[in-house]
């Protein structure tokens, strides 16, 4: 199963901006479908932003304008552009594989202050 290793969170302040990266442990040729999906405390895991099969990148409402996914395949690596960040975006971030289904890895912690 692919896993990705996150990196780039850290503290930001309320309309900051931020540029996370995840890079996979295998060739994302073989990845059809794979996205960006966050965690807050106490929450469910949520979407964020994902590839479909055909390429599109379907966003979660809540990001929608203000954050951007994208990839290099060459590098196996994944970026989420987050731009005007408010302190309901704190969570961890994860990168995960859906088709085939991947692991989750570790993600990465991003805390935006009022």
């Known amino acids: 199963q692919v896993q990705f290793v996150e990196s780039g969170g850290g503290l930001v302040e309320a309309g900051g901006s931020l540029r996370l990266s995840c890079v996979a442990s295998g060739s994302m040729f073989s990845i059809s479908r794979m996205g960006w999906y966050r965690q807050a405390p106490g929450k469910q895991r949520e979407l964020v932003g994902s590839?479909?099969?055909?390429?599109?990148?379907v966003y979660g409402d809540s990001v929608k304008g203000r954050f951007t996914v994208s990839r290099d395949v060459v590098k196996n690596t994944m970026f989420l552009q987050m731009n005007d960040l408010k302190p309901e975006d704190t969570a961890v971030y994860y990168c995960?594989?859906?088709?085939?289904?991947?692991?989750w890895g570790e993600g990465t912690q991003v805390t935006v202050s009022s």
């Open positions: 995960y594989a859906l088709d085939p289904p991947g692991s």
């Open positions: 590839f479909t099969s055909a390429g599109r990148i």
